[in-house]
């Protein structure tokens, strides 16, 4: 495996699947799982027309910045059937992080189907074999969703998946012990792990100087083990919202409050704060560039950047749309520093950036869906001039509109702009939704 990893790490693909593929048939289940990623991440590498929305009476086009991975409509089947295979030749010789990316998968109904029971059993499969990942996922879910003991066990969770290497669960750690929640309180703990957390660009809290500083590592081990029962038979209740508040009828503007917890919404925002980057905007002759138009920085979450329970948010999101997750092109994460802002524009895609119904594509954006992850302390509202209304963030509600009418024509009312921020930081996520199927993972 070490000469495979070396020839990856160097780019040469071609030679590592090939030496990948000969370990993967003696039954090694990290060559099937490493041989799974290329498959699966080489299906994100074409370039198709950009999937981001059109600046409102502008030639530029706000894009990923990542552009250069743009996710694409109908991948080669074949390919993804292969990733599948191994991914699931490894979950049968016992490898976790397979069993963890078959478990993230199946949420989005497409390469893999979902069964909520086994899902339950690869989540916990995960977590008693210590994967990271799984763990933090485990311990923001039974943190909101357990019974008092697993709530007080979803620290132990954390704490565990810190040690093995998650920098989330270690900014999520810190925010727990610095306010006390669902754990006693060790400030100065808490400052170290703070620290450690802002070096990783995390938005967690500043270190309260008063309580000084200690050791960031625990003092005894955390009490997860093979005995815990790591019962996920209601995870399916993350996906649920209770109806939404009709804010505007032309373009069936709903509001759910208090959808997301506070803890939900930083894990999010560390999933992907470590890679923000400037948001992009590209011309109609394809050239990449900065724009006052768009001023934020942000992060596209390509299925391999997914966790199950951020998946499990994105369900919840696709839900206010009335519509399946695999409608979606991949979540996108914004902030917005003071003096940032997005300016008036719609989110449908000009012709030439999208492929019709009836030419066999996933057509335009029919929703928009959007997640108010950390509301700033002034400005940065949501304007819908054409609606006479503006929307103040709160941190937790998601808001729905649809950018199309019955008839599939653009919704005029859609027109919005995300204000300019006067004070603090805004994040928010947002999720396009197409008329039909979009993801292929």
């Not at 719609?346 to 030439?352: A, F, I, K, V």
């Not at 594509?361 to 700033?376: C, D, E, F, K, N």
């Given at each position: ?221 955390p009490a997860i083990g093979t005995h815990t029962e790591f019962d996920f038979s209601d995870l399916q209740q993350v996906e649920y919202l209770t109806d939404g508040q009709i804010l505007h009828s032309a373009n069936q503007l709903l ?187």
């Amino acid at each position: 495996m070490a000469q495979a990893k070396q020839l990856l790490s160097t780019n040469q693909i071609a030679e590592a699947k090939s030496l990948l593929q000969v370990l993967a048939n003696q039954g090694n289940s990290i060559a099937h799982f490493e041989l799974a990623n290329i498959l699966l991440i080489q299906n994100t590498d074409h370039s198709t027309p950009d999937a981001t929305p059109a600046n409102q009476g502008k030639n530029a086009l706000p894009v990923k910045a990542t552009e250069k991975r743009q996710f694409f409509e109908n991948p080669p089947d074949e390919d993804i059937q292969r990733g599948m295979h191994h991914l699931r030749q490894a979950e049968q010789l016992g490898y976790p992080p397979a069993v963890y990316r078959l478990a993230y998968t199946s949420l989005t109904e497409t390469a893999e189907a979902l069964n909520w029971n086994t899902l339950a059993e690869r989540m916990a499969f995960c977590c008693r074999a210590g994967h990271p990942n799984a763990l933090c996922d485990a311990a923001v879910y039974f943190g909101r969703y357990g019974n008092p003991e697993q709530q007080r066990a979803s620290t132990d969770m954390l704490e565990l998946a810190a040690l093995n290497g998650s920098i989330v669960a270690m900014a999520l750690l810190g925010e727990r012990l610095a306010s006390g929640r669902l754990c006693k309180a060790d400030p100065a703990r808490a400052n170290s792990i703070l620290a450690l957390s802002r070096d990783w660009n995390m938005p967690v809290r500043e270190p309260d100087l008063q309580y000084g500083f200690t050791a960031p590592e625990p003092s005894r081990a955390p009490a997860i083990g093979t005995h815990t029962e790591f019962d996920f038979s209601d995870l399916q209740q993350v996906e649920y919202l209770t109806d939404g508040q009709i804010l505007h009828s032309a373009n069936q503007l709903l509001a759910f409050n208090n959808a997301l917890s506070r803890e939900e919404c930083l894990y999010i925002q560390c999933l992907g704060a470590p890679n923000l980057e400037p948001s992009i905007v590209v011309d109609e002759n394809g050239k990449s560039q900065l724009s006052a138009e768009r001023s934020s920085h942000d992060f596209y979450f390509l299925p391999e950047f997914e966790q199950v329970y951020l998946n499990l948010l994105q369900r919840k999101m696709a839900h206010a749309a009335k519509l399946p997750l695999a409608n979606s092109e991949q979540l996108t994460m914004l902030r917005y520093l003071p003096g940032q802002e997005f300016r008036l524009h719609r989110d449908n895609l000009p012709p030439n950036h999208f492929i019709a119904l009836e030419n066999g594509g996933s057509g335009q954006r029919l929703r928009t869906v959007i997640a108010y992850l950390q509301a700033p302390d002034s400005g940065g509202t949501t304007n819908f001039p054409l609606l006479s209304l503006e929307l103040r963030p709160e941190q937790g509600q998601i808001v729905c509109f649809d950018n199309l009418l019955s008839d599939g024509k653009p919704c005029a009312t859609s027109l919005h702009a995300g204000t300019p921020v006067k004070q603090g930081v805004k994040w928010i996520c947002t999720l396009w939704m197409r008329q039909e199927t979009h993801r292929a993972l």
